[in-house]
């Protein structure tokens, strides 16, 4: 709807059993889901859609790659929890949405990809833009349906909506042949519910379970909480809370974790992993019990699975049974909602004096203390940690901010610290380049009255700044920064560890990232020194439509600490001699 002047809204809510066509059908249904807002890119095989599109309250935001609408509804879907739909057309509309739908996929994501295919008689000729769609992506998607019959439309989709965010959410991909979206069928949009979800037979958590993980937990001297992103899946913020408070238990996040436990908490640890914090990782690597709560033991997180947190026994509490003794074996696996389980498991537990072994990791903190940033002498030089640490004070840490793929996206974890779930929005499973613009644009149509900062390499955002475009047309204000190092910075930094420094294919020549603001209609400026961060922020924050800022900093510039890959959690790179005037990490904070 929108741009259209014939908008007639006489099938907008179609609340009894209607003829409708199968493009009115997919609209219908999608308005009884509630959705409001579409990203999508029209094309032959779904232009009959288009064309029934002008009848419905659904907002379609007209991207400039299919990738991007798979990114927007991804966005749209952190930022909010609720279902993200993208649309296409066959062939290579379909086709570009599939590094968006693996992204969704690996991170557990609930979105609907909809896709139009040519008719259904010649299915399978090679016919113009055909592609067997349901076929690709059958890897990245947690299901998907080929739809060819307009009576099937409503109970597929209906179906989609349930299946993406019931259990571990995920991406769902409906492609619809152009003749059952041409045909008509009887609308029932109450007939077309699908059954009641039915859990996984082994979602289930026994008393014995329970009561095995309580006695644990009395009896652990140096335990640990691993909080993972499934604790904003499953919105037990206020469980894990009351768990770690109640048994005085320090938490350790993930990376698609932050935000679920306040960072300020005094029992927050920070992130763990490749390039978290020192204690954390050694806290982990001497705990005695480890609590993972929602987070599914990625290698980032923990290094030479064969030298993992060997003293440590291990409760995993996880919803789906696959992740059970998937990279590391528990003695506890408590399957089902993170929330629904604690609910069951707290009552079990009781107060607990954990302040020896909290005293130890201060100790451990102590020891790996480093200089606080923000005390520094500027010394002209331009680091991207001086950025996301002004950033993070300037915004009160209360921005949405969405990150793109590489140092800059560690260097965010380390120094924006996050307070509350859905702030950080970041590709961490498949680590996709060019997410952070078009799923910024998704958030922003999620949570319109929220800041929403974009940050984002040189390298990752020339991937799909042809997003610029859309924010244009849409009207809409995000903050953008741009950290300009001149390399892919994260590749560089490898190259500079493991292979002596041969800098090949990483060195990085960009457009002038203001003016190419500029000819977008998008106002931007430069920042070159660290006096002007704090100015340059406030004058994108107080613009009234987007803000792009192109921050030119140092360029071979390191994240530390680094795990290599095939080291053991404790063995990091840590930030060699003392002239750097860059402290490690946010630890002073
Ligand atoms: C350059 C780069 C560097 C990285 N470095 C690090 C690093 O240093 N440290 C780090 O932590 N990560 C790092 N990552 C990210 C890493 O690759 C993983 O994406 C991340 O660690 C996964 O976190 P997670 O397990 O919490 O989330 P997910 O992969 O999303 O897993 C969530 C788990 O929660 C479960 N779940 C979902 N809903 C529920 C529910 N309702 N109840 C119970 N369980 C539920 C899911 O089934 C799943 O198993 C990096 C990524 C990149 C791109
Ligand atoms: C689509 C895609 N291609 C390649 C990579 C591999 N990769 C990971 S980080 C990185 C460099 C990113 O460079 P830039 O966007 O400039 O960010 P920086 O690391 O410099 O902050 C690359 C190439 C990737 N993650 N995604
Ligand atoms: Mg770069």
């Avoid at 002047?5 to 209607?18: D, L």
């Avoid at 033991?297 to 998937?326: C, L, M, Q, W």
């Avoid at 009255?449 to 009207?475: C, H, N, P, R, Y």
């Avoid at 890959?565 to 860059?582: N, T, Y």
Wanted: charged share 20%.
């Amino acid at each position: 709807m929108g741009t259209n002047a014939n908008t007639q809204a006489s099938t907008a809510h179609v609340t009894t059993p209607t003829r409708l066509t199968g493009a009115e059908i997919l609209w219908a249904t999608l308005v009884g889901e509630a959705v409001t807002t579409v990203f999508g890119y029209p094309g032959g095989a779904i232009l009959p859609a288009y064309d029934a599109l002008r009848k419905f309250p659904i907002h379609h935001v007209l991207v400039r790659h299919e990738q991007g609408a798979a990114h927007m509804a991804d966005g749209y879907a952190r930022a909010s929890g609720k279902v993200g739909v993208a649309i296409a057309t066959s062939g290579p509309g379909a086709t570009n949405l599939v590094t968006g739908i693996a992204t969704a996929m690996l991170d557990s994501i609930p979105i609907v990809c909809i896709t139009g295919n040519v008719s259904s008689k010649v299915l399978g000729t090679d016919a113009f833009q055909e592609v067997d769609i349901t076929g690709i992506t059958l890897p990245v998607t947690k299901h998907n349906f080929l739809v060819n019959r307009t009576e099937d439309l409503a109970p597929a989709l209906r179906h989609a909506f349930q299946i993406a965010v019931s259990g571990r959410p995920g991406p769902v991909l409906v492609d619809i042949t152009k003749d059952a979206q041409q045909g008509t069928a009887i609308f029932d949009f109450a007939a077309a519910k699908p059954r009641p979800y039915r859990p996984h037979p082994m979602l289930r958590v026994e008393e014995s379970g329970l009561a095995h993980a309580a006695e644990l937990i009395r009896n652990a001297k140096r335990p640990v909480i691993l909080a993972g992103h499934g604790v904003s899946e499953s919105g037990a913020m206020e469980q894990v809370r009351t768990l770690a408070e109640r048994a005085q238990i320090p938490v350790g996040l993930t990376l698609l974790g932050l935000g679920a436990f306040p960072a300020s908490h005094p029992l927050n640890l920070s992130m763990m992993g490749m390039h978290g914090e020192a204690w954390v990782n050694h806290a982990i690597q001497e705990a005695d019990l480890l609590i993972a709560c929602g987070m599914r033991f990625d290698d980032r997180v923990t290094g030479a699975t064969s030298t993992y947190a060997t003293r440590a026994k291990k409760i995993h509490i996880e919803v789906d049974p696959a992740e059970i003794n998937k990279n590391i074996k528990v003695d506890i696996a408590l399957v089902g909602d993170l929330g629904q389980v604690l609910e069951r498991l707290l009552p079990l537990i009781s107060g607990r004096d954990g302040s020896a072994w909290l005293k130890t990791i201060d100790g451990i903190k102590g020891a790996a203390a480093v200089r606080d940033i923000k005390n520094l002498p500027d010394l002209g030089h331009l680091y991207a940690a001086h950025v996301m640490h002004d950033l993070w004070r300037i915004t009160g840490g209360n921005a949405i901010v969405v990150t793109d793929v590489g140092q800059h996206q560690m260097w965010e974890a380390q120094y924006y610290h996050h307070e509350q779930p859905r702030t950080l929005i970041t590709s961490g499973g498949l680590g996709t380049m060019g997410f952070a613009l078009p799923a910024a644009i998704g958030a922003k149509f999620a949570c319109p009255d929220k800041e929403v900062w974009v940050i984002a390499g040189d390298g990752g955002f020339q991937m799909t700044s042809s997003e610029l475009s859309t924010i244009a047309q849409e009207g809409i204000k995000i903050n953008i920064a741009v950290i300009n190092n001149g390399y892919l910075g994260m590749v560089r930094q490898w190259q500079e560890f493991f292979y002596e420094r041969n800098y090949e294919a990483t060195p990085l020549i960009s457009p002038d990232f203001v003016k190419l603001a500029d000819a977008h209609g998008i106002a931007g400026r430069a920042v070159r020194t660290r006096g002007e961060v704090a100015s340059a922020v406030a004058e994108a924050r107080s613009a009234p439509g987007t803000f792009l800022l192109n921050f030119l900093v140092e360029k071979e510039e390191s994240v530390y600490p680094m795990i290599p890959v095939g080291a053991a959690l404790h063995e990091m790179i840590r930030r060699p001699g003392a002239k750097d005037p860059l402290a490690e990490s946010a630890g002073d904070e």
